[in-house]
């Protein structure tokens, strides 16, 4: 009789473990949903933001002198009034939460209230005319939604905790390129830098969940459309060299100058941006509406449908177009508001295989043109795998895949002899030191040694 007894209170112990771990997956997953659903919302929103933006242009453009500087301005005073850690692409402060063990330090970088913050300011500065993208702001949203259901499991265990960021982070890729093997990829590479046993079924589930409710709610789209260019090997192969060099050199050194503008500025000038932060922001935003007028209105915003139209052979912009858009990049950046640095890159990259193109008649100009992309783009983030996965499956075309992969570590390898260390990685450390110095220094990536994590 007692053992039967016990049986049955073994059982009924077992049905409620069972419930509780189906209940913890179900809220998991549909965390997972929520992410794919945001980013549709973000970019939607910031389809609207470009539409305003090229509203007023069409209007008069130069209104741009006063929206521009006005637009950086305010999105620097709320961010620093009212939205402290808003700032930036998103990618490091999801970096720096996956190296902090102060949980109420990764829930106050985290918030939901920041993530709003993240999708309202992106979106101004879209308006402004900002050379930046939605999708780096992405991931910290989406590790941003994955951590509040952290909070809302009660999960206390670091390592838990930590996988759902990586997977929010990762989701976010997948959910706002509609590449979901780029984001497993992103999550490995870029994130995590490793791939643990424990959080890859996590990391899988979410990303998958995050892709189909994008594919769901958008289509089976592709975020370049389809191109069938190819590569065969021969004579167009240079194409692969003088892309990866060009794209390692320009690539490394908007990294290098990025961290270098990240510890701040020298002299007086380094005192200005200190004590008058949004009156530099506003000069920072004059700037761009003066690039913006000297190409006529190409370098402002994300760069998408110029990168679209340059890969699609629909049109044909000269050098100064990528060279206007690497300046309007690094201003956009350095005037410090919310927004991310992928679609402009991306753009750069097109822009430049586009005018290399001109100079190799035996390739196919849109083949060159997916070189440059993603050979500038592997050089800004250093992550060639990253670089090269986005690139194929956001322009549908797997025929292309090996002469991606060698642009883009030869791209990666230059832009290593440049900039050390990688960007992310760099301004992750630097938000580490801005707000815990004791999680100073990271963990050294896979190629790096522990010196050169110390670096930046």
């Not at 700032?87 to 970096?95: D, F, K, L």
């Not at 009156?279 to 003066?290: D, K, T």
């Not at 760099?426 to 994590?453: C, Q, Y």
Request: aromatic share 8%; with cysteine.
């Amino acid at each position: 009789m007692a053992s039967h007894s016990g049986r049955i209170r073994h059982f009924r112990d077992t049905a409620r473990i069972t419930t509780a771990e189906w209940r913890r997956k179900l809220i998991f997953w549909g965390g997972s949903i929520v992410v794919g659903l945001a980013a549709i919302t973000f970019a939607t929103l910031a389809d609207q933001a470009a539409h305003l933006r090229n509203l007023i242009i069409s209007y008069s453009p130069w209104l741009m002198l006063i929206v521009t500087p006005g637009g950086l301005a305010l999105s620097i005073w709320l961010t620093r009034t009212f939205f402290r850690g808003a700032q930036g692409s998103g990618i490091p402060q999801a970096i720096a939460c996956m190296h902090l063990s102060d949980q109420k330090l990764v829930d106050r970088i985290l918030s939901l209230k920041i993530a709003a913050a993240k999708v309202g300011l992106t979106c101004l500065g879209l308006v402004a005319g900002a050379s930046i993208g939605r999708e780096g702001p992405t991931v910290q949203i989406g590790a941003a939604i994955m951590n509040a259901v952290g909070r809302y499991l009660n999960m206390g265990e670091l390592v838990s905790r930590r996988a759902l960021v990586l997977t929010g982070g990762a989701a976010g890729v997948a959910a706002a390129f509609n590449t979901p093997l780029a984001g497993i990829v992103f999550g490995i590479e870029e994130l995590a830098h490793s791939f643990e046993q424990r959080t890859s079924g996590v990391v899988l589930a979410g990303v998958v969940l995050a892709g189909v409710t994008a594919i769901a709610l958008m289509g089976n789209y592709s975020y370049f459309g389809h191109t069938d260019s190819v590569v065969p090997l021969g004579v167009s192969w240079l194409a692969v060299i003088a892309c990866g060099l060009l794209g390692g050199v320009t690539g490394g050194s908007f990294s290098a100058i990025l961290i270098r503008a990240s510890k701040g500025l020298p002299g007086r000038a380094g005192r200005f941006v200190a004590e008058r932060p949004i009156a530099f922001a506003a000069l920072c935003g004059f700037v761009l509406a003066l690039i913006g007028l000297a190409s006529g209105g190409m370098t402002y915003g994300t760069g998408y449908s110029q990168a679209r139209s340059i890969i699609h052979g629909e049109e044909h912009y000269p050098a100064s177009y990528f060279v206007l858009k690497f300046i309007a990049t690094i201003v956009s950046y350095c005037s410090g508001i919310p927004g991310g640095l992928f679609a402009p890159s991306l753009s750069v990259g097109a822009g430049m295989g586009g005018w290399v193109a001109q100079f190799l008649p035996h390739t196919t100009p849109g083949a060159v043109v997916l070189l440059g992309t993603v050979a500038y783009f592997s050089a800004v983030v250093q992550a060639p795998l990253t670089a090269t996965v986005i690139v194929m499956e956001m322009c549908d075309n797997q025929q292309v895949t090996l002469a991606l992969l060698a642009s883009s570590f030869l791209a990666f390898g230059v832009s290593r002899m440049i900039c050390k260390q990688p960007l992310y990685g760099a301004l992750a450390e630097r938000f580490l030191r801005n707000i815990d110095p004791k999680s100073v220094p990271m963990t050294p990536r896979p190629h790096e040694t522990p010196g050169e994590a110390k670096q930046g």
